[in-house]
């Protein structure tokens, strides 16, 4: 499968993936907190009011940042992608025969150091971003989890709670998916053809490749044991979404290091690999103005 229709594929999972809005996590707090309000009345002596008054916003927490943010980003990487992929490099090779009769120390800076370089540079250009798009793709995989989590938490405790009649212990056992937010985005990918080794695209993030999901269950013999449960499952699930864009964040500082070595190496060559370029001891073709016609060189450089 091309890099291209596994694009594709990664998008199509993430928009398949149905992401709660804020308006249905709030209504799923608001429906537990009143279920256990009634159900604490029936079964056992009064609550304190803040027993209830935190679950709504401690779930709002997990409505942001906004899912669209790292799509839009993305998106345009992709279109960054695609104008790398054109006829721009089609253009600069086409640049070849027009030197043909140029002679001189800069006709051979600007063909060793700039068109021969290109297309590799430009291959390893969209390695780097397709490294970036990998990250966006994650990041917003990790962010509809957390909404994703955060419903299904709500709701599996309010079935909990719901069955419970006072004689005997109720309990439910259901999967949370924040913990594959990497590996899922990660797995259909593969290592490709990639030369400068960033981590995310050749799949050596540590931690990317780890579990899918993660059992999680809300159990009690009464509605303070159920409810506790429920308390030690939501304060789990924000440490599980934290590892996940740590694991991100460490990705993106390994690959940022690597692309850095490259961009400020004082060796021509290395810089090369991402930049096409000039050594600077050799004739300077994009700046000043020629001094002899043997060193030619083209006014719109």
């Known amino acids: 499968m091309s890099k291209d229709d596994l694009d594709h594929a990664i998008r199509n999972g993430l928009d398949a993936k149905h992401t709660p809005s804020e308006d249905e996590i709030v209504a799923s707090a608001k429906a537990l907190e009143a279920a256990v309000r009634e159900k604490a009345a029936m079964h056992e002596p009064p609550w304190p009011e803040n027993c209830f008054t935190w679950i709504v916003p401690y ?14 980003m993305a998106d345009d990487l992709g279109m ?12 600069v090779q086409g640049l070849t025969p027009m030197i043909e009769d140029w002679e001189g120390k800069a006709r051979d800076s600007f063909y060793d150091n700039f068109l021969v370089p290109f297309p590799d540079a430009v291959n390893n250009q969209i390695e780097v971003v397709d490294e970036l798009r990998l990250s966006m793709w994650a990041y917003e995989n990790i962010l509809r989890s957390g909404r994703i989590d955060a419903k299904k938490l709500l709701d599996e405790t309010k079935k909990v709670v719901d069955s419970y009649d006072g004689d005997k212990a109720a309990k439910t056992q259901f999967f949370l998916v924040i913990v594959g937010s990497i590996a899922g985005v990660m797995k259909d990918w593969g290592a490709g053809a990639y030369r400068l080794g960033l981590s995310l695209v050749n799949g050596s993030a540590t931690g990317a490749k780890g579990a899918h999901e993660y059992s999680q269950s809300i159990s009690g013999k009464t509605v303070s044991e159920i409810f506790q449960s429920f308390i030690n499952a939501a304060q789990e699930l924000r440490p599980l979404m934290d590892e996940q864009e740590q694991t991100l964040a460490d990705a993106l ?6 692309v ?3 961009l400020n ?3 021509p060559k290395t810089l090369m690999t991402l930049l096409p370029n000039e050594p600077e001891t050799g004739p300077a073709i994009i700046d000043g103005k020629p001094n002899d016609t043997k060193e030619f060189r083209p006014p719109y450089l």
């Open 59 to 72: 779930f709002k927490h997990f409505c942001y940042p906004d899912p669209l943010g790292p799509k839009t």
């Open 80 to 91: 960054i992608r695609t104008s790398l992929k054109s006829g721009q490099v089609t253009a």
């Open 253 to 258: 500082s390994s690959s940022n290091g690597t």
């Open 260 to 262: 850095d070595g490259y």
């Open 265 to 267: 190496s004082s060796n």
